[in-house]
């Protein structure tokens, strides 16, 4: 039969999906951000290895908040894990075969977690024991990495035997990674701390993850509002911009706060609890056109937080807009531009200064963060009219913020949208017939 002939709606919206998924995963700004996880085969055992297994975190602007990273994977055959540092099976499983040497994790699936602060100094390795904590790299490279050693028997115990696990899985808390299969690729050189010598480990795979905000959660998690000082009007953000919820499912903005059920308590996928509003949203960005200089603009950014859940610590915010390439001075945020290609230059990201205001604290009078921008008009393209002034995108720890309509955004006083202009022509138009009429 020849199928040609009969087009399938089917087929053709599965393609459609697959386009539209993989062009959801890729961000434009951030076009080589991923989480790598690195297994390095440091030695061999009687029964399998000793690994280290290092995360390195090269998304520029989005980092894994508390409660942390979970991570899983399936064993190719019959591992177990006899011992770990630097973190933890949360499940331990089915190990009554065993009678002696108890292992550690006995599942053929299992999740592991990272320690917390403060764990014994025996049960730590290097960039361990931050909670799951990960920065991103455009903040701090030094903190964008994690890392845990575990102990694996049954596995064999040569470069042949060992079987790489597959089906890894990474919460970073919640929904949105995709992980490869693992790779193996060349092993890891160290040098010896004179620089005199080189060492390398016995065997090394890589697993790619990478973020998809489709994944992560149907609707934003993040609004823009807008306002100017040549407008008196303040454009809100829209209506259900993160989706409408029951109100039975949020907190009224006159409850006390004292008592709020889950307040300041995440769950494992930091599903929010946000005060009742018409935006819906856990996180609100302000943008306000403050002053006009000669040579220079001002503009004032205000992030509040509506999450009676959670503090958003080690936030980050990332603004494209055609003026950041001449960007003077900013208060009280750490500022770093995104130059993703040579030829864009319009993006920023800005965070918090450590111990001053890196932490966005829970919904409530301190769960408001602001700063000032001062920036260098461009005379070729500087303007106020038809919204110029106000950011094109804005993201919140790395997840798109749902903006304004472009005909609801504050507009000069002498350029009013063409619909106000149309109508005035038609009301003056009447009126001079009707003068003409009465002469």
């Known amino acids: 039969m020849d199928f040609d002939r009969f087009p399938s709606p089917f087929f053709s919206a599965v393609f459609l999906i697959l386009i539209f998924s993989h062009a959801e995963a890729y961000d434009y700004l951030d076009p080589n951000g991923n989480i790598t996880l690195k297994w390095d085969v440091i030695s061999w055992t009687p029964d399998g290895y000793v690994a280290v297994v290092t995360m390195n975190n090269f998304q520029m602007y989005r980092q894994i908040m508390s409660p942390g990273w979970t991570l899983g994977w399936t064993w190719a055959k019959k ?86 696990p597959k ?46 905000l489709m994944l992560a959660s149907r609707n934003p998690t993040c609004c823009v509002s807008m306002s100017s000082f040549y407008n008196s ?20 903005s006159d409850s006390k706060i004292q008592s709020v059920v889950g307040l300041n308590k995440p769950t494992k996928d930091n599903t929010p609890l946000v005060q009742c509003t018409k935006h819906n949203c856990p996180i609100r960005v302000h943008w306000h056109v403050k002053l006009n200089y000669k040579e220079y603009w001002r503009v004032k950014i205000s992030i509040t937080n509506f999450n009676y859940r959670l503090n958003y610590t080690q936030w980050t915010l990332v603004a494209q807009h055609p003026n950041l390439n001449n960007i003077t001075q900013v208060f009280s945020f750490a500022y770093k531009p995104l130059l993703p290609y040579i030829s864009a230059n319009d993006s920023g990201m800005f965070y918090g200064t450590k111990f001053f205001n890196d932490i966005l604290m829970e919904a409530g009078p301190d769960g408001n963060i602001q700063t000032e921008l001062i920036l260098k008009k ?28 472009p005909e609801d955004y504050p507009y000069l006083p002498n350029s009013a949208p063409e619909n106000v202009i149309g109508l005035s022509f038609l009301i003056s138009a009447f009126l001079l017939l009707e003068l003409l009429a009465f002469w």
Not at 195 to 200: F, V
Not at 233 to 252: D, E, S
Not at 387 to 403: H, I, L, Q, T
Request: glycine content about 8%; charged content about 15%; some cysteine.
């Open 79 to 164: 591992e177990v894990i006899w011992s770990m540092v630097g973190a933890q099976a949360t499940d331990q499983g089915d190990c009554s075969k065993f009678r002696m040497n108890v292992p550690h994790c006995c599942k053929k699936s299992p999740t592991v977690v990272d320690m917390l602060p403060g764990v014994p100094y025996n049960q730590q390795i290097a960039n361990c024991c931050k909670g799951g904590v990960v920065s991103s790299w455009g903040q701090d490279p030094s903190a964008a990495v994690s890392s845990f050693q575990l102990s694996v028997g049954r596995s064999g115990a040569t470069n042949k035997t060992v079987r790489l």
């Open 167 to 212: 089906n890894f899985t990474l919460l970073g808390p919640g929904l949105g990674y995709t992980c490869s299969p693992a790779k193996i690729v060349p092993p890891t050189i160290f040098l010896t701390p004179d620089g005199r010598r080189k060492t390398q480990v016995m065997m090394t795979w890589n697993v790619t993850c990478t973020y998809s």
């Open 233 to 252: 009007t303040i454009t809100p953000c829209r209506t259900c911009a993160c989706g409408c919820q029951n109100n039975r499912t949020c907190v009224p």
């Open 378 to 405: 461009d005379k070729n393209t500087f303007t106020f009219d038809k919204g110029w002034a106000f950011p094109r995108k804005v993201y919140f720890n790395g997840d798109e913020c749902m903006m304004p309509l």
